[in-house]
Structure formats: structure tokens, C-alpha cells
């Protein structure tokens, strides 16, 4: 008997960011691992995790993209939560198990009311329910296990709550928030306010860094589409940091810092780091640190490569 043996698929050194628009029930992780091996990158990581309950905008970079994919984490987020008001869950969304009910009926002008009151900066206790780590164990692990660990409070900015849908039990918020903002623990403090119950069915990340969901696209779509075209949405990767200021330096200033060595620069760039650097030509050679002190710029993340993006087989 002839036995055939499939040899592994060629992986590509691929640079460069994918917005993915992640399905309900996959994790983060698992949205990650399909997303690269549909590109068959060499290398991938996310930009922050959505749970599993909740979908949309994923921000997915590979290659040399990954090196920046850290300044996503401290962006700005904006959510379409639905909320089922008159019920409270373990996990306060739909995967845990109904733990209270309440019958109180709110009214439209309560919740305008509670939503006025967590406009702005507010405080929050991260649920047990969630990734945070506590000796070297995130929270859910424990809360499985019936522990409660005592939170500290954190302090988020609630930018706007703005009212999509009035139809008890449910209702649909679009919220723009700051980095580290639980929705759940949002949309049960809410319903506190209003002295009910709440567990969120439904989340959709909409927005985060500039990017929008209307740029993304599903798994699904990906896998109809052939190499060529998956490779025509990928975004170069300073679109992670184009927050940052930019400079441009010559050849052999850019050789300097790509060798370690300190270039001095005439003008004073104070706070202003990290600075995105680039070639004449305008292509992104990475970031570096201005220290006022020397009057000098340091290498803090370079590309590897001399391209924006490659395609060779490893």
C-alpha cells in the first residue's frame, strides 16, 4: 500500500495589517490562527482580544506588523452593546447562567438619566469574568472555580452613549470609550442606576484607532477570495502609528540608526515620541526615540525588511 504524505504548506514572510471583522462565538486567538493560516503567514498577532460573545473590528497584523501593534492596545474603542434589561448573568453576558431577575419597568427618561450620569470619566470594577491576570492567572480561571479576588477600581472615560434602540427588554447603545473599558460591567452598572438588572446578548466593536468595521471583512468573505485579492486589503503596517509625528531623514542618517548609532538632529522635537521615520522616498523604516538631552534620536522599533511588504516563501 502506497501511503501519501502531505507536506506542509509554504508559510510567507508577510508584512502588513488585516481588518477582520470577527465572528460570534470564536475567540480572539482562534480568529487570529484561521486569518493566518488563510494568508499562510509566517508570523501574526492581534491588537487586543474580543470575547468570543462579542464580533467585529479585529485588527490582525502580520510580519514586521506585529512589532507596532501595541500602540492599537491604548486606542480609543467604539461598541454596539445590546442589552437585556431584567436579568443579571454570572458572567454579565449571555454565556453565563441567569443568577437574579428584577421586574422593576424603567422608563425612557430613566435611562436617558443614566446615561447622562456615565458620560465622562468614571469608575469601573473589572468583572470576574475577564482576562485580567492575578499571579500569573487571569480572573475567569478563578471565577470557574467559584474564587472571588478582590479588583481595584480603574478610572475609564466614557466619550459618548448615544441611544439606538428603546424596546424592552432590550436596548442597543452605541458607546465610544478609552482603553480598559468593561462594557459589561457598563451595562450593569447602567441598569443599577435605573435600580434593575442587566446582562448584555449581543457586542460589536465598531470603531478602534481610526479604523471602521465598514472596512473589515469576515472570515467567510476571505476564504472566497483568491490570494491575489486577500493580499490587495492588507494595509502597510504605520497605519498602526500614524497617531505618532513624522520625520523624514536621509540615507545615511537611516543607516545610522538601523546600526544602533545616536543621530543628531538640530531640531528640538520635544515630548514628541516616539516619531515615525522615514526614508526620502517615503517608506516607513520604523520608530525612534528623541532624547533632548543629546539633541539625538535613537532607534526604538525598525522594520526588518526593505519593503513595506513581501511575499517570499520560507
Do not use: W
Amino acid at each position: 500500500m502506497t501511503q501519501h504524505t502531505h507536506s506542509p504548506r509554504p508559510k510567507r514572510l508577510l508584512n502588513g495589517v488585516l481588518l477582520l471583522d470577527k465572528d460570534r462565538g470564536l475567540s480572539s486567538n482562534s480568529a487570529l490562527q484561521r486569518s493566518r493560516f488563510l494568508y499562510r503567514a509566517a508570523k501574526a498577532g492581534h491588537t487586543g482580544i474580543l470575547d468570543p460573545l462579542a464580533t467585529g473590528l479585529l485588527p490582525v497584523c502580520f510580519g514586521e506588523a506585529t512589532k507596532f501593534s501595541q500602540y492599537l492596545l491604548n486606542a480609543d474603542k467604539a461598541y454596539l452593546a445590546t442589552l437585556h434589561i431584567g436579568a443579571a448573568t454570572t458572567t454579565g453576558d449571555a454565556e453565563g447562567d441567569i443568577i437574579a431577575r428584577a421586574t422593576e419597568v424603567v422608563s425612557l427618561a430613566q435611562l436617558e438619566a443614566a446615561i447622562a450620569a456615565f458620560t465622562g470619566t468614571i469608575t469601573q470594577t473589572p468583572p470576574m469574568y475577564s482576562a485580567l491576570k492575578y499571579q500569573g492567572k487571569p480572573l475567569y480561571e478563578y471565577a470557574r472555580a467559584g474564587i472571588t479576588i478582590e479588583r481595584n477600581t480603574r478610572e475609564v472615560t466614557i466619550y459618548q452613549i448615544e441611544l439606538v434602540k428603546f424596546d424592552l427588554p432590550e436596548i442597543v447603545l452605541k458607546v465610544t470609550c478609552s482603553k480598559g473599558t468593561y462594557i459589561r460591567t457598563l451595562a450593569e452598572d447602567i441598569a443599577k442606576y435605573m435600580g434593575t438588572l442587566a446582562h448584555l446578548t449581543g457586542l460589536r466593536r465598531m470603531a478602534t484607532a481610526g479604523f471602521h468595521l465598514d472596512d473589515a471583512y469576515t472570515l467567510a468573505a476571505l476564504t472566497q477570495m483568491d490570494s491575489e485579492k486577500r493580499d490587495q486589503l492588507l494595509l502597510s503596517c504605520d497605519v498602526l502609528v500614524q497617531h505618532l509625528p513624522q520625520l523624514t531623514l536621509d540615507d545615511n542618517d537611516i543607516l545610522r540608526l538601523q546600526h544602533g548609532q545616536h543621530v543628531h538632529v538640530s531640531e528640538n522635537y520635544g515630548t514628541m515620541s516616539p516619531l515615525r521615520i522615514y526614508t526620502q522616498t517615503n517608506r516607513f523604516i520604523g520608530l525612534a526615540c528623541y532624547q533632548p538631552e543629546a539633541s539625538c534620536l535613537r532607534a526604538l522599533r525598525l522594520m526588518n525588511t526593505a519593503t513595506d511588504r513581501v511575499n517570499e516563501c520560507v
